[in-house]
């Protein structure tokens, strides 16, 4: 669905919400977000993110032990 008719139907159950019932309120927020939700998020594997986060943190602890000084800050 494109961006374009997200907002039309977005649009049209805004509209229509005074009319609706505390239930078909619940009902429609639902329907906007499952209209609005990706489904790609499921197909990344959690373990390429752990090995790039992983990756992140090895470069960083290796930048802190390759440094000889400590730096001090001016706050001015």
Do not use: G
């Not at 649009?11 to 990706?38: C, G, H, N, W």
């Not at 752990?50 to 800050?73: G, P, Q, Y």
């Amino acid at each position: 669905m494109t961006r374009k008719e997200y907002e039309l139907v977005f649009q049209a159950i805004k509209s229509y919400r005074v009319y609706m019932t505390p239930d078909e309120e619940v009902l429609s927020e639902k329907i906007l977000d499952d209209l609005f939700y990706v489904p790609l998020i499921d197909k990344i594997s959690t373990d390429e993110s752990d090995d790039v986060f992983d990756d992140i943190v090895k470069d960083a602890e290796e930048a802190l032990a390759n440094e000889s000084e400590i730096k001090s800050l001016n706050f001015r």
